[in-house]
């Protein structure tokens, strides 16, 4: 059951999106939002949204993925939605039935904010689909470096991130072997009333964080005898190359910004 | 030759012991050798390995590592690069989500230049066996697959000796094959000086010494073929023998002229067929 669980969702491919340098892509991701939060007309959304399904179409990410990646989401986009539709004031009134009012202005925004918030998951979705885990840590690492100079420990923050993406599998196992002895010894951890249920899960957590705590431990001891002495003086195996396809890519955002804020002049 | 570790009357207690874990304890360990450390539950033999490379350091006495003493903060890295560690759960060791970035975690932080740093890692995984493997998930291995990679860890800082602490305690049997015969390969063919610290007495019959301990101090210290036959005193220190020395012993007392030295099972073989023949 935990198994179905998929984190950092990543699927491998070998398409000139992937092949980006992490910190290009996370840069652009940026620059797609603030864009995105620019956007104030009917013509900009469409914009982003064609820009969404070429980089789609461009790394070969199957409009279904990205569906099912939305799905969790449904209640904040009705929530977003039902927010704005009712609650706008205006006076352009659509429709009114007692206390309850749709306006123009309402509908408009409500269609937008829902734009929006899809738009916006889309874009970092297509970020994690396309960029190992790893990668983005790295590329997070490098960009973020020059906050070393105030005494930030980027590396420090980084190798946690890594360790912690290292582990999640693990301790999922774990928590299905507790469940399975739990369970063994008559723990009932389906039934009874949510209180009932929170309870049942004592058992579960305690174990899982005395056991963590142990690994923790060990692992420390494992990275103290490779000779791990903190951020200061190490070197990479891998190290980030930025190509002529970043500096397209850069491009490509160079003219995606500049589009948007000519179609936010021309109020189309 | 000049031994690569020397031990030097070292005690030591743990903080909250109330006897010492080791207690006068002295050993040489030369070059390019295998050595086999036994002992029941609390003999010290894990307390003995974490001395090694500085984890602990001890009480009374000291340990040499080429020359350096272990207590010298100033040399501790380069005394932990020389003698590598592997531990008991191959789980807790591993530090990245690639097998090939957690092979290349030990020279990173070495400071190793990145060209440098890729042939090392290259060169260990292929050492182990494990290269097809290096752009894999760990925790998709098996046990005795993780656990070489956590050995190719270590061989990617180019130690001097390697030091397994019960490497093979959690593997089923398939993955301690895998993992005791990638170790002799290191030792025969690399010179790299092994010290195997286990319960299992098939694979300290493989070592070129075996070091037997009770309570902190060293009791038996000879070549398998010298230990092993002494079953006696290994059981009353609650050791067993191997199977291959206890067939040996049993038809030796059955009437059969066999050299009770023969404790590898290629050796016994040969022993046992050389005696049906005659």
Known sequence: MLKDITLGQYFPGDTPVHNLDPRTKLLLTVVYIAGLFTVNTWGGYALVFAALCAVMAVSRIRPRALVKGLKPLVFIIVFTAVLNLFFTAGDDILFQWRFIRVTQTGLKRAVAMVLRVLFLVSGTFLLTYTTSPLAITDGLEKLLGPLKKLHVPVYELSLMMCIALRFIPTLIEETDRIMSAQKARGADLETGTLPERAKALLPLLIPLFISSFRRADELALAMECRCYNGGEGRTRMKQLHMTWRDAAAFVLGALFVGAILLLRRLGI | ?????????????????????????????????????????????????????????????????????????????????????????????????????????????????????????????????????????????????????????????????????????????????????????????????????????????????????????????????????????????????????????????????????????????DAVKEALCH
């Open chain 2, 1 to 269: 030759m000049d031994p690569v570790i020397r031990i030097e009357n070292v005690t030591y207690t743990y903080p909250d012991g109330a006897r010492p874990a080791l207690d006068g304890v002295s050993l040489d360990i030369l070059p390019g050798t295998f050595t086999a450390v036994l002992g029941s539950n609390g003999s010290g033999k894990s307390t003995l390995a974490k001395h090694l490379n500085a984890i602990l350091l001890p009480g009374a006495g000291r340990v040499l590592v080429d020359g350096m003493d272990t207590a010298d903060e100033k040399d501790l890295i380069a005394i932990r690069r020389r003698v590598g560690m592997v531990f008991q759960n191959p789980d807790n060791q591993i530090v990245a989500n690639v097998v090939e970035d957690d092979v290349a975690f030990a020279p990173e932080n070495l400071g190793v230049e990145s060209a440098e740093i890729r042939r090392r890692v290259d060169a260990a995984l292929k050492q182990v066996g494990m290269y097809d493997f290096r752009m894999h998930a760990p925790h998709l291995l098996s046990g005795g697959q993780k656990q070489r990679v956590a050995i190719a860890g270590v061989l990617a800082m180019d130690p001097e000796v390697l030091v397994l602490d019960e490497p093979t305690a959690m593997l089923d049997p398939r993955g301690r094959r895998e993992v005791i015969a990638s170790v002799e390969r290191l030792c025969r063919d690399r010179g790299i000086t092994v010290v195997l610290i286990t319960h299992h007495m098939d694979e300290a019959a493989r070592a070129d010494r075996v070091i037997v301990m009770d309570r902190g101090r060293i009791v038996m210290d000879g070549a398998p073929g010298q230990v092993f036959p002494q079953a006696d005193r290994l059981r009353a220190l609650r050791l067993t023998v191997p199977e291959t020395t206890e067939l040996i012993l049993r038809l030796r007392a059955a009437g059969l002229d066999l050299p009770p030295e023969a404790v590898t099972p290629e050796a016994c073989a």
